[in-house]
């Protein structure tokens, strides 16, 4: 499934489609180049689920963890992970067990990653837009916000 995002009102609309229908245990990968819009949609998401602070690129933190009404979200940026296993220490596992879990920059933790997850890509090499893949309760995204 492709979404077009031509403008952030557009990012704004797919991050409050995602945010409808996340569960606690749930992964949002979302790859994409530096400045195709990863933190922006993350930024997105948590608006829509209630999230009023400042969200700042976890870049340095590697992860930030946010309260919403309805569970934690722990929005982490790999982008500086040493290696996959230091995702362990920055406690994924509790993280989905708590709530759920946006991922910039999933490519580097691969294979520690929950296989049941979103994939979102964000592209801008034509106009910008997402590719999104993942199992099927994710599918109904297009027909009920987007
Ligand atoms: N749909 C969009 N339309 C226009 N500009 C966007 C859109 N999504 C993101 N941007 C802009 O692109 C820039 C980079 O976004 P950012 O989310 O920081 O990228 P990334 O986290 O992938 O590096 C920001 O200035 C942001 O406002
Ligand atoms: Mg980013």
């Known amino acids: 499934m492709t979404v077009a995002l031509p403008d952030l009102a557009a990012t704004a609309a797919l991050g409050a489609a995602i945010a409808g229908q996340l569960d606690r245990g749930d992964a949002v990968l979302l790859k994409g180049d530096l400045g ?62 708590d709530g759920a879990a946006l991922i910039e920059w999933p490519e580097r933790a691969e294979d520690r990653l929950p296989p049941n997850a979103l994939t979102v890509h964000l592209l801008t090499d034509r106009e910008r837009r997402a590719t999104l893949a993942g199992p099927a309760r994710w599918r109904s995204l297009e027909t009920t916000h987007v």
């Open 36 to 97: 195709s819009g990863k933190t922006t949609l993350a930024r997105a998401i948590l608006s829509a689920l209630g999230v009023d602070e400042t969200v700042p690129s976890p870049t340095f933190t590697l992860v930030q963890t946010y309260e919403t009404p309805r569970f934690p979200v722990s929005h982490y940026d790999l982008y500086r992970l040493k290696r996959p296993s230091e995702l362990d220490e920055l406690g994924l596992d509790e993280a989905l067990d």
